[in-house]
């Protein structure tokens, strides 16, 4: 299941990325990197939530991780990307991670019976 999440979160960075800037030509080392922030999503995010429920602050953990994205993001993708507004395509782009991986948690759940994003909720 996690290498699956991994492959469904890589790819809707890629689309979310090339929807945000409208560059869909993406070299391997920006693959790389959309990896790399995949991995640090589903090992962080539910740490996060896990701390913030710990502490009866559920929503906040939703909140940070969504920071956190926002920053890893902006700081590991961008700079590779030709944008004009790195931090507006920035935004643009974690707003749709979110609506993406939120619809694909909701058909898995529907359809198949399955929890992929253990931190969509």
Same mark, same amino acid.
């Given at each position: 299941?996690?290498?699956?999440?991994? *492959?469904?979160?890589? !790819?809707? @960075?890629? &689309?979310?990325?090339? /929807?945000?800037?409208?560059?869909?030509? #993406?070299?391997?080392?920006?693959?790389?990197?959309?990896?790399?922030?995949?991995?640090?999503?589903?090992?962080?995010?539910?740490?996060?939530?896990?701390?913030?429920?710990?502490?009866?602050?559920?929503?906040?953990?939703?909140? *940070?991780?969504?920071? !956190?994205? @926002?920053? &890893?993001?902006?700081? /590991?993708?961008?700079?590779?990307?030709? #944008?004009?507004?790195?931090?507006?395509?920035?935004?643009?782009?974690?707003?749709?991670?979110?609506?993406?991986?939120?619809?694909?948690?909701?058909?898995?759940?529907?359809?198949?019976?399955?929890?992929?994003?253990?931190?969509?909720?």
């Amino acid at each position: 299941m996690i290498v699956i999440s991994l *492959v469904l979160l890589t !790819l809707v @960075m890629y &689309l979310s990325a090339g /929807i945000a800037t409208g560059d869909w030509d #993406v070299p391997a080392s920006v693959w790389v990197r959309f990896i790399l922030i995949a991995i640090c999503a589903i090992v962080l995010i539910p740490i996060f939530q896990t701390m913030t429920d710990w502490i009866g602050a559920q929503e906040l953990g939703l909140m *940070v991780a969504f920071i !956190l994205m @926002m920053l &890893l993001i902006r700081f /590991i993708i961008m700079p590779e990307l030709a #944008v004009a507004d790195e931090w507006m395509a920035t935004v643009f782009s974690s707003f749709l991670i979110v609506i993406m991986l939120y619809i694909i948690e909701r058909l898995s759940k529907e359809l198949f019976n399955l929890e992929l994003f253990a931190f969509i909720g």
